[in-house]
């Protein structure tokens, strides 16, 4: 697992958990009280030495998702960040083998390296039941802009 110096802010009703074998660096949780489903937010890292472009690698993570579960929908899918460090926005609606319907909002950016075979990718991901995922969309979207990634350990943006 590739581990990075980030600095980020957990929105207000968000717990840090372990993240256990999911292969993310980060897990926050929102218990919602009479839902089955506990929404969450993942960070992982990816380091991407090739010359993938971002929605490419976007749509990697659609595939790989897609094949644990029962049903998965692009709902949207935007470009966004700048030129030098590329993202994009997904929007997903996640079918499970239960029936139950999941909304999961996906951010990939692009880390430059110091050269090309240095790219790092960070997938930032918020889950969960559709009502829930529309109000809690505002604290995933300060998680977002909250977080940046220190260039040398011990010092801050």
Known sequence: MVTLPL???IPDGWTAVAPGDSGAVFVAVHPVPGEEFTPNITVSVQQRPDDAPIVAVAAEAVE????TLAGLDVLSRRAVGEPSAP????LLRLRTGEGEELIQTQVHLTVPGATPSDRLVLELACTAAPAT????A??????VDSLHVRQHEGTQQ
């Not at 790989?64 to 094949?67: H, N, Q, T, V, Y």
């Not at 993202?87 to 997904?90: F, H, R």
């Open 7 to 9: 600095d980020f802010v």
């Open 64 to 67: 790989r998702l897609s094949r």
């Open 87 to 90: 993202g994009v926005l997904q």
């Open 133 to 136: 995922a529309r109000r809690l």
């Open 138 to 143: 505002p604290g995933f979207q300060r998680f």
